[in-house]
């Protein structure tokens, strides 16, 4: 159920991280959890792929799942 909900909200982010050429890959939701995805395409490469992590994807995820506490690149 978690994961589905993660997967939902990651739906409306991708096409912002699209855009510019990147993307991303929901790699695992942990039950405590715990969001750990793969940024690929131009994301995988930019210098502020951290940035976009924590203050884009974070951020919008924990607005709309509040069961998530962190997001992780792998």
Do not use: F, W, Y
């Not at 750990?36 to 930019?46: D, F, H, N, P």
């Not at 924590?54 to 919008?60: N, S, T």
């Amino acid at each position: 159920m978690l994961r589905k909900r993660v997967e939902n909200a990651l739906k409306r982010i991708r096409p912002a991280l699209q855009q510019d050429g990147g993307d991303l890959e929901l790699i695992e939701v942990t039950d405590e959890g715990a969001v750990r995805i793969k940024l690929t395409g131009a994301c995988g490469s930019c210098p502020m792929s951290q940035m976009t992590l924590k203050m884009g994807i974070e951020q919008r995820l924990r607005e709309e799942v509040p069961e998530v506490t962190v997001v992780e690149a792998v």
